[in-house]
């Protein structure tokens, strides 16, 4: 029982980590946008917009990555990330000019050394972005879903393919 828990633990957090690695900025030193004048671009992106797209998203994701094709030979976990990295990363221009940014962000130096003040960039709202990353957003999801669900294969197998239909936790 406890090498299921451990394994149910891991399989938990490399999902955390996938949908890390498919957000394109994540992979930046820019992580949140504010040296390109984006900044606030991660939680509008990932959480304000989703949280504007249709109930049936789920659904979505899933059918499109199930159209995903698995590579024949799985790839190591490390190399599954690196792949989901590069991918998302090629996707960052592409972010970035649909993100309609109506006012840059700011960076501005606290005054004698205090803290530095962050203007989030002004945008329009969530409501009327949502559908215009919805591509974008549906097809980084659908390609983490797919690589998790390889990645979870692969952490099952190693652990013996435990019977899971008697594990109450």
């Known amino acids: 029982r406890r090498?299921?828990?451990?394994?149910?633990?891991?399989?938990?957090?490399?999902g955390h980590f996938?949908?890390?690695?498919?957000?394109?900025y994540h992979g930046t030193?820019?992580?949140?946008?504010?040296?390109?004048?984006?900044g606030g671009i991660h939680g509008f992106y990932e959480s304000e917009c989703v949280s504007?797209?249709?109930?049936?998203?789920?659904?979505?994701?899933?059918?499109?990555?199930?159209?995903?094709?698995?590579?024949?030979?799985?790839l190591s976990t490390v190399e599954q990330m690196k792949r989901i990295s590069v991918d998302s990363h090629a996707e960052l221009s592409r972010l970035e000019k649909?993100?309609?940014v109506l006012e840059k962000s700011k960076v501005e130096p606290g005054a004698e050394g205090g803290p530095v003040h962050k203007t989030k960039a002004r945008r329009l709202s969530?409501?009327?972005?949502?559908?215009?990353?919805?591509?974008?957003?549906l097809g980084e999801l659908a390609r983490s879903a797919a690589a998790l669900a390889a990645l979870w294969d692969q952490i099952y197998e190693k652990a013996g393919r435990p019977a899971l239909e008697h594990y109450r936790s």
């Open 3 to 14: 090498d299921i828990l451990s394994m149910v633990t891991h399989m938990g957090l490399m």
């Open 18 to 24: 996938v949908g890390d690695a498919s957000m394109p």
């Open 29 to 38: 030193a820019d992580y949140d946008g504010w040296d390109s004048g984006h």
């Open 52 to 74: 504007e797209l249709s109930a049936d998203l789920l659904a979505r994701v899933e059918a499109r990555a199930k159209k995903i094709s698995r590579p024949l030979k799985p």
């Open 98 to 100: 649909l993100d309609r």
């Open 126 to 137: 969530a409501a009327r972005m949502a559908p215009v990353f919805e591509p974008l957003i």
